[in-house]
């Protein structure tokens, strides 16, 4: 039998139906955040971008979903092979799990263990899509998440979070995903984009979002769906740190929408509805892989570190010249780092593990652990994902031609456009014309010329 599986028996935990609603209750919030980033993104491209920028993130749920039920578990959470990938036969099509087997040390299913990470696992290639925005092949980005998903995120997964995984025994804390899932994807996206080059127009057209709405709608679907994903990756609700990490991811996000608008104010005049929007998701990345360590005011401070942090970052491809389209470098790859790193300052040792940060008394220990988890995945994840866009990019080829860009991609590739103006016009306007004066005829419409 493979290790992760427990059977029912008198002296093993039993499972909870509270536990199992509970986990399947957050797998649904995380997979919710899937279109809610879709949302996010697809509000803050042009309207010629606006579906494909939609399609990015939706066609993560059907790739990787059966990815993972073929042989991505395995690879992420079967038995150790050493130290850097797992594997367990049993796993593969989830053909040996019966409904009575139990995730090992938990008192849930496998069933709903496996279904939990899955949503993990989507999410994460989907979040690489924003800085690609305008100009990549939809054929390309498909393989593209198919090659990334097997040859990064399931090692780098097992890495963290597998038994035997080299970071997960060295000591590294990553609740719910700042190595895994946002220094992978943000790491991944840069490099990406140092392989496919700039959109027509960077630095010369102004590129704003066409939505500002949707982009707030996509925000509040992340916040919300966020909660399950922090939350929920205790695995239960029996001891009370799943509510340390329900609360600190509120007060963290809050705090980092704070601290944007201030940066935003001071140096640009101004209290945008974007910089709130983004500052929340830059909160949300820097307390997940913190929150089950520190205390609420450790996640005010980690809020704010963020939020400040992370508005200033966005502005360093223009310095740099890396298009960024949507800032995923500036958010992810830097929010997840400062949230990883700050584990080694604000760790209590009093909510998930006895491990305490500098402020603590623990002195320069967790933060040298959390360093090198932070360094080996974003390397790593850097320099495979930059070869395998060269790969794709010299085979198939990995982004529209520049005509197709500059006249939409939506068009190109999905062969439809986000929003139909064909009947909002006309040659022919009507007028009303209102009674006489102390009369009570009814107004008579009189067709005018346009």
Request: proline share 4%; with cysteine; hydrophobic share 50%.
């Amino acid at each position: 039998m493979p290790p992760g599986i427990t059977t029912l028996a008198a002296d093993t935990p039993q499972l909870s139906a509270a536990n199992t609603g509970f986990m399947l209750i957050c797998s649904a919030l995380v997979m919710l955040m899937t279109p809610g980033l879709a949302f996010f993104y697809g509000g803050m491209v042009r309207v010629k971008s606006t579906l494909n920028m939609l399609m990015m993130s939706f066609i993560s749920l059907g790739i990787v979903t059966v990815l993972w039920v073929l042989y991505g578990f395995s690879l992420a959470f079967g038995a150790d092979v050493g130290s850097v990938i797992g594997w367990s036969s049993d796993f593969v099509g989830l053909s040996g799990i019966g409904v009575t087997e139990l995730w090992d040390g938990y008192t849930i299913p496998v069933y709903v263990f496996a279904v939990f990470q899955l949503m993990f696992a989507i999410l994460t290639p989907a979040l690489i899509s924003g800085a690609l925005a305008d100009r990549v092949k939809f054929t390309s980005w498909a393989l593209f998440i198919t090659l990334w998903v097997t040859v990064v995120y399931f090692p780098v997964a097992h890495w963290v979070w597998g038994a035997g995984g080299w970071l997960f025994e060295l000591g590294v804390i990553d609740f719910a995903g700042g190595t895994a899932v946002h220094i992978n994807a943000g790491a991944a996206a840069l490099g990406v984009i140092l392989v496919i080059g700039k959109r027509v127009g960077f630095k010369k057209d102004p590129m704003r979002p066409h939505s500002l709405p949707l982009v707030m709608l996509g925000a509040a679907l992340l916040w919300f769906g966020w909660f399950g994903f922090n939350a929920g990756s205790w695995l239960g609700n029996d001891d009370g740190v799943g509510a340390v990490m329900f609360v600190n991811t509120q007060v963290a996000t809050g705090a980092a929408v704070l601290g944007w608008l201030a940066y935003e104010k001071i140096r640009h005049g101004s209290f945008t509805t974007l910089g709130a929007a983004s500052g929340a998701v830059a909160g949300l990345v820097a307390i997940t892989p913190a929150g089950g360590a520190i205390s609420p005011l450790g996640a005010i401070a980690v809020g704010l570190i963020a939020g400040v942090v992370c508005a200033m970052a966005v502005g360093l491809k223009y310095k740099f010249g890396y298009d960024d389209s949507l800032d995923v470098v500036g958010v992810h790859l830097v929010g997840g780092v400062l949230g990883s790193l700050l584990v080694g300052f604000f760790a209590t040792g009093g909510v998930q593990s006895d491990a305490k940060g500098l402020f603590y008394g623990g002195g320069l220990d967790q933060l040298g652990k959390q360093a090198v988890g932070v360094f080996a995945v974003l390397a790593y994840s850097l320099v495979v994902s930059a070869v395998l866009a060269f790969v794709l990019d010299r085979t198939i080829g990995m982004r529209v031609s520049e005509d197709d860009e500059v006249s939409g991609i939506d068009q190109v590739e999905h062969a439809e456009t986000a929003y139909d103006f064909s009947g909002a016009g006309g040659g022919s306007t009507a007028r009303t014309t209102p009674p006489a004066p102390g009369t009570t005829a009814a107004p008579t419409n009189k067709k005018v010329d346009a």
